[in-house]
């Protein structure tokens, strides 16, 4: 049996080993709290904000706008909840897309059965939000607009740089969950005007419990965990020091490497969907052509969109790991994708997704054994109900 090939970096990336090692001795010898005053305190106090610096360096903000969260979930959470609360009795207006993480989608739903109007932008039929479209929703008591930069699901990345700038001409924040695009594609906060952006370390090759939430300077953000003031008084609890180490050295390999690494997930990915699109005679790519996350294929096969499940798990016989949709909803695997739906396709093809994400440590002898066994599991499936779209 060859080796196990894991083509879903998407629902998580492995934590890199020189992030291993940098975390190794805040599982062990140094233990301190970083609100101790004595040394043994002030050492883990001096890597809890170095790692502050190298998350903020990844999107080019100040280390006093990094508070560090449990995971991208709580930092969408803190982002959304957080402003809503400090709006107090004003009337709230929050925009958002039909195709956002749930971390945000039931963060919305929860915010409007406390009184929050919230607009659900729709998208087209490759997943991007249309500015035009934000630009005619804005009113005058819209306070937040929050578009995710790339989808989980189907890898598209959207419009951010208009979409900010639409949104801060009418005097309104601009949030950005950028789980899946922080380190796979550049972001500056000083080129865009994005007020706040949502982070998770482990899809960086960093630990999971551990994530950010970038917030500017004098943004009024109410915390919605109450204690000891930690993260200055935004996020209280003891620091989870390794996780946040850990996160810290991702985030700085990640800044190193995306160039290059950009670059060559790029060619890795094109290299698989030429290969799926030209040896599988029904195979179709999901999701925009060219403005998607350098390492995402999202790939359908028509007439056999309710086997998905089927084709992932005959892949994992295979000693393959792939996802359908997204992992966040493996619970609803063979129901259709909402993303999908939202994107316009009908709920049997809203089935058929299957989500192929390369990484760091995935190479071409990888995508070519990918591309001997898939045309096999596909014609294994059952046959087509309708032939290429
Ligand atoms: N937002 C997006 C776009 C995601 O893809 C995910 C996880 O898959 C999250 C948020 C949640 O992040 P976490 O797993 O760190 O809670």
């Not at 979409?163 to 789980?179: M, N, P």
Request: proline fraction near 5%; charge should be negative; glycine fraction near 10%.
């Amino acid at each position: 049996m060859s080796r196990e090939i894991y083509f879903d970096n998407s629902a998580t990336t492995p934590v890199d080993p020189v992030v291993v090692q940098a975390m190794q001795p805040w599982l062990d010898e140094m233990y301190g709290n970083p609100s101790s005053m004595h040394r043994i305190g002030r050492q883990a106090r001096e890597a809890v904000e170095q790692a502050r610096k190298q998350v903020a360096d990844l999107i080019n903000a100040d280390s006093g706008e990094i508070v560090f969260t449990g995971s991208g979930t709580e930092a969408d959470n803190l982002a959304l909840v957080g402003l809503f609360e400090a709006a107090g009795n004003k009337p709230f207006h929050l925009i958002t897309s039909t195709v956002e993480h749930p971390a945000i989608l039931e963060t919305c739903r929860y915010l409007e059965r406390r009184g929050a109007e919230v607009t659900f932008l729709g998208v087209d039929g490759s997943g991007m939000v249309d500015p035009g479209e934000l630009e005619s929703e804005m009113r005058r008591h819209t306070h937040l607009v929050s578009i995710m930069t790339a989808n989980n699901v189907v890898g598209t990345i959207q419009p951010i740089a208009a979409l900010a700038r639409i949104t801060r001409e009418h005097g309104a924040l601009f949030h950005t969950d950028a789980v899946q695009a922080a380190g796979r594609v550049p972001l500056d906060v000083h080129a865009d005007p994005i007020d706040l952006i949502s982070l998770s370390s482990h899809k960086i090759y960093g630990p999971k419990g551990s994530g950010a939430l970038f917030v500017q300077k004098d943004i009024k953000l109410k915390p919605l965990i109450h204690g000891g003031g930690q993260e200055s008084g935004r996020r209280s609890s003891t620091e989870n020091v390794m996780g946040i180490v850990g996160f810290g050295a991702a985030a700085e390999i990640a800044g190193a490497k995306l160039p290059d690494e950009a670059l060559r997930l790029v060619h890795l990915r094109n290299r698989l969907i030429k290969g799926v699109t030209g040896c599988v005679p029904n195979a179709y790519l999901i999701g925009h052509p060219d403005c998607r996350l350098p390492g995402h294929a999202c790939l359908g096969f028509a007439g056999q969109e309710g086997e998905a499940v089927k084709l992932l798990l005959a892949l994992d016989e295979e000693g393959i790991s792939i996802s359908s949709g997204s992992a966040c909803s493996s619970h609803y695997a063979s129901e259709p994708s909402y993303v999908l739906q939202a994107m316009g396709f009908d709920p049997f093809r809203s089935r058929g997704g299957l989500r192929i994400t390369l990484g760091r440590f995935n190479n071409e002898q990888e995508v070519d054994r990918f591309l001997d066994v898939l045309p096999e599991v596909v014609a294994a499936m059952r046959p087509l109900i309708t032939r290429a779209v």
